[in-house]
């Protein structure tokens, strides 16, 4: 199964930057778009960040202007470096991807299966 593994998440004064990456493994066929949701305490999981495989980008309003996602299709990586950070930033981030699956392949065909798929989180915690 394609696997994400987030890092880069841990403690940070107000004001202060983080990147967090995300790195996909497993039998990749494709990654189509991919990005950053966030969940804080009691609260619903919500949309930070996406980008497309073509480099296209989308940003949650609350957030815009503090954000950069990036994405490195040759290492099956997504980026997110956030800046100017505020208390209310304090989330558990989830790296998430739309992935073509390999399933099996010979030198005429390939078949896979289109998944969704989520990291198990990093937090995020942004407090003086």
């Known amino acids: 199964q394609v696997q994400l593994v ?3 998440g841990g403690f940070v004064q107000p004001g202060g930057s983080l990147r967090l990456s995300c790195a996909a493994s497993g039998p990749i066929f494709n990654i189509h778009n991919m990005g950053w ?20 980008t989308d940003y949650a309003e609350s957030m815009k202007g503090r954000l950069t996602i990036s994405r490195d299709n040759d290492k099956n990586t997504v980026y997110l470096q956030m800046h100017s950070l505020k208390p209310e ?17 010979d030198s005429d065909s390939v078949e896979y299966k289109d998944v969704e798929v989520w990291g198990q989180g990093t937090l995020v915690t942004v407090s003086s």
């Open 6 to 8: 987030e890092s880069g």
């Open 37 to 56: 949701y966030r969940q804080a305490l009691g609260k619903q999981r919500e949309l930070v960040a996406s980008i497309t495989s073509s480099g296209i």
């Open 89 to 105: 930033d304090t989330a558990v981030y989830y790296c998430n991807a739309d992935v073509s699956e390999l399933i099996a392949s």
